[in-house]
């Protein structure tokens, strides 16, 4: 008899890869769906060449707190579920791509990062040129075209922008990406080895934590690793200096995007005093080798400790003095409200996470909702906004931040005592595990897959970027192009976190 | 707006005065110019090699540790594996080079990046206007070359700044493996550049590759496509490393400026991962 039932797992744990069920197309189709009007995000949804193609998704709910994962075969197409779920559009526009496969009536099918062909792919596709896709356009006497990129004007990521305008009003974004891909997760496959914890750690370099967390808590979750709680409380709290330093950053980034240079000026140092405070712990502005599989590479002693202590005070002063004028400044906040508003029913079906969702009342935390490690102890409520402009998705970000000073401030004094280090042990053979860490942009999701000798056969990266693009897209219709830059800040997405 | 007034009094100057004043504190982790000690090496050596994520260390001819800053990613396990003092990472912020060889160190003292000379120096006068490209950058050297631009550092005193077009620039800061999806974006924009021009590399994968060196979907950096003209180590470069590598480019540091005092990183940690 066929299974009916998907394969019930938890944030941070593994299963066998046979304990996964492998479902008919057609229950796998009605699972997936029901899942998702149910209220389950999809966390990941990846292929891997085995049996033909065996299409893996994992339902993460966070009512429940339940992850759901089942599988289903495939030749070489099947029939996309896009139509029906936006959600995952993109995932299926990935699985296309990497394997040469079709989704059958898939609306938008075009490369997602123009890369070459994964290992064990169908042949008879060669990879596209950059940026060589078929663009949406619109036609009228008043309608023009405005391409932006790969190299923009500031010191930032590559990435190709096409706006169609009417006007000043913008029709339609297309954003077409790929230009940063380095084939991270061709490489991992056949880890881990010596490199495979720094890939996690160049993911996304601003998100060194939340990725490398990520990958430890899948390499201990196969190799059955208790990590200590000392260890835990230390990557809890890079994880939120690593939230504090880019929301603050961003907090003086779109200040400085309405020309209101004060905070824009003292966000900018404040950022740069918050990655002091994890250099501090770890000898690296951005957390590098911090997080290591079993624990944490580096102990705080006491005048760490206090040293932190007294820097966070100053810190919190300092980033509340500069970030509450905003709140107050009329120029700033006529330039906030409204500009870039998204629908919560379009952040819904679009499966948008992190601030930008939580400013559209979206209200999900993976800290909250699947906790593991540090966030087992320590309950955290979730900031969130009504009105999902730039105002909400800034003020989201400030509500957030203050949360983190507060966590801090009570962790740092209360760490628990012992080692920080669990010994390392061999993954489990034939193992899938998941894990889900909530990063400063909202929920990254590690997906490693081993095989016969307990090396990596697949492994699968979702960064919340790759989530949060359309987002961006759907809520620049119908403003005007000048409010671009503002509205990029207020999402401000990773590049290389998409191209991977 | 007196409320701004009174914030603005509250968050006081906090400009660093280096390189006339003394260089900002690091933190006792921090992992700047490593030191090899060829002689606390009883054995070990290929296990130590081995245990080096990027391959930055070999033997040369005569079987002796050398370590290619330009790889190096400074995630210190070399340190860790070593026998105690072997490899030490030290307080040594001062990297950047201005050759390639110059990165590829054994026991030596490393060849600080001098003056640009000739023509070039005296075109660019006393300002360096730099035009950056990401080309497959992790964000990590992106964000540490942009914290230069913040009050606390603000490197516009030296007349260097980052602009919005090539053709406004003297040259390129190129951070990132070169992806090959990038290559021809970073072709046009250095051909854009008026001549002479000139480029750093910043970063690991920028100098060689770093972690992503080898990779069908790399260049393995911008080395061997654009002749390049200061190299800046590190997984990001400290804000610090970059702005002295730029300081000794246009002249405004020198060999005779006061060394800082150095000092081996305080990194406790000795266990196995």
Not at chain 1, 322 to 327: K, P, S, T, V, Y
Not at chain 2, 189 to 206: D, R
Request: net charge neutral; glycine share 10%.
């Amino acid at each position: 008899m066929a299974p009916t039932n998907a394969a019930l797992l938890a944030n941070g744990a593994a299963v066998p890869v046979g304990h996964i069920p492998v479902f008919p197309w057609k229950t796998f189709r009605s699972w997936l769906l029901s899942s998702v009007s149910d209220g389950a995000e999809i966390a990941s949804f990846f292929a891997r060449p085995e049996k033909g193609f065996t299409l893996t998704a994992v339902c993460a709910d966070p009512g429940t707190g339940n992850l759901q994962a089942a599988s289903t075969r495939v030749e070489d197409a099947w029939d996309s579920l896009t139509p029906e779920c936006e959600a995952v559009h993109l995932f299926e526009r990935e699985m296309a791509e990497q394997y040469n496969m079709t989704p059958n009536g898939h609306p938008w099918l075009k490369p997602v990062r123009f890369q070459p062909p994964m290992d064990g792919s169908r042949p008879g596709r060669a990879t596209p040129e950059i940026g060589d896709t078929r663009f949406f356009s619109i036609e009228g006497d008043e309608v023009h075209e405005v391409a932006v990129g790969p190299v923009h004007a500031g010191v930032i990521e590559p990435g190709h922008f096409r706006f169609q305008c009417n006007g000043e009003t913008v029709l339609h974004l297309e954003i077409s990406l790929g230009y940063q891909h380095r084939g991270v997760e061709r490489a991992l496959i056949g880890g881990p080895d010596v490199r495979s914890v720094h890939f996690a750690e160049t993911l996304a370099g601003d998100t060194t934590i939340g990725h490398a967390t990520a990958y430890c808590e899948a390499i201990e979750a196969l190799a059955s690793i208790a990590v200590p709680p000392r260890a835990q409380a230390i990557r809890a709290i890079a994880l939120e200096l690593e939230r504090l330093a880019n929301h603050i950053g961003d907090l003086g980034a779109l200040a400085g995007d309405v020309g209101f240079l004060p905070t824009s000026s003292w966000c900018g140092r404040i950022r740069g005093d918050i990655l002091s405070m994890t250099a501090l712990v770890c000898g690296s502005r951005f957390g590098r080798g911090l997080v290591r599989p079993g624990g944490v590479a580096y102990d705080l002693d006491e005048m760490a400790i206090g040293e932190l202590h007294e820097r966070l005070s100053s810190v919190a002063r300092d980033a509340g003095g500069a970030c509450g004028l905003l709140w107050s400044a009329p120029s700033v906040l006529a330039r906030f409200e409204g500009t870039g508003a998204l629908a919560a029913a379009t952040a819904r079906r679009l499966g948008m996470t992190g601030p930008a969702a939580r400013a559209c009342a979206i209200e999900r935390d993976v800290r909250r909702d699947f906790p593991t490690g540090f966030w087992r102890f320590s309950q955290l409520a979730v900031s969130s906004g009504r009105t999902g402009d730039v105002f909400a998705r800034a003020y989201v970000r400030w509500l957030e931040a203050q949360r983190s000073f507060a966590f801090l401030e009570e962790q740092i004094a209360a760490l628990p005592r012992g080692e920080t280090l669990a010994s390392a042990r061999k993954p489990a053979r034939n193992a899938l595990a998941v894990s889900l860490v909530e990063g400063w942009r909202g929920m990254i999701c590690h997906c490693a897959v081993t095989g016969a000798q307990g090396a990596f056969t697949r492994y699968k990266i979702v960064d919340p970027s790759f989530r949060n693009w359309m987002g961006l897209a759907m809520a620049m219709r119908g403003e005007p192009i000048s409010d671009f830059p503002l509205c990029n800040k207020s999402f401000n997405l990773s590049y290389c976190g998409h191209d991977l | 707006m007196l409320r701004i007034i009174r914030e603005r009094l509250r968050q006081r100057f906090r400009t660093i005065s280096f390189p006339r004043g003394a260089p900002p504190a690091l933190p006792a982790r921090f992992r700047g110019l490593p030191r090899i000690d060829q002689s606390r090496f009883v054995h070990g050596v290929d296990e130590v090699i081995a245990s080096c994520p990027t391959g930055a260390l070999s033997r040369d001819a005569k079987g002796a540790l050398t370590l290619d800053l330009g790889r190096c990613i400074f995630c210190g396990e070399c340190a860790r594996m070593a026998p105690q003092g072997a490899i030490t990472f030290t307080s040594d912020y001062r990297l950047a080079v201005r050759t390639r060889e110059h990165l590829v160190l054994s026991e030596g003292e490393l060849r600080h990046a001098v003056e640009l000379g000739g023509k070039l120096r005296r075109q660019l006068g006393r300002s360096l206007k730099l035009r950056q490209v990401s080309a497959g950058g992790c964000n990590g050297c992106e964000a540490d070359a942009n914290v230069l631009t913040t009050i606390g550092w603000d490197m516009g005193r030296f007349g260097i700044q980052f602009v919005a077009s090539p053709r406004h620039a003297d040259g390129l800061l190129v951070t990132g493996p070169v992806t090959r999806n990038m290559l021809l974006a970073l072709r046009k924009t250095y051909e854009a550049v008026p001549a002479p021009k000139i480029v750093i590399a910043s970063g690991a994968c920028a100098i060689s590759g770093g972690l992503y060196r080898g990779f069908a979907e790399t260049c393995n950096g911008v080395t061997e496509l654009l002749p390049v003209d200061l190299f800046v180590p590190g997984c990001p470069p400290h804000p610090l490393t970059l702005l002295d590598g730029l300081l000794r480019l246009i002249g405004r540091i020198g060999e005779k400026d006061p060394l800082p005092s150095i000092t081996p990183s305080g990194e406790e940690t000795t266990r196995e991962l």
